[in-house]
């Protein structure tokens, strides 16, 4: 049982292991965006930010709504906020 839990931990820190990532994380720790949003925000083409939200998604690391055509991402919970900014503390010490 630990050994499964160990593993999925592992996995998970290798999502924040890629830095488009961890931009999109931190641009959506400040507030809901679309992918049009994120892609200007980080110079960055639609396509690229589509498919590392969707690993985000697939992590559960990010959730979606839909409003009409409009597809809104933010952070799935606290949690996630909680793990960029004690990265953050951390690095900065």
Do not use: P, W
């Not at 892609?39 to 960055?44: F, R």
């Not at 055509?69 to 909680?82: E, I, M, N, R, T």
């Amino acid at each position: 049982m630990i050994e499964e839990l160990l593993y999925d931990l592992a996995e998970l820190y290798k999502i924040f292991g890629d830095s488009t990532r961890i931009r999109i994380l931190y641009a959506l720790s400040e507030k809901e965006m679309c992918v049009n949003e994120i892609s200007e925000e980080l110079s960055m083409t639609m396509s690229a930010i589509s498919h590392q939200l969707r690993i985000l998604k697939q992590a559960k690391l990010v959730k979606y709504r839909k409003d009409g055509k409009a597809v809104f991402y933010a952070l799935s919970d606290d949690h996630v906020k909680s793990i960029i900014k004690m990265g953050l503390e951390h690095i900065s010490e």
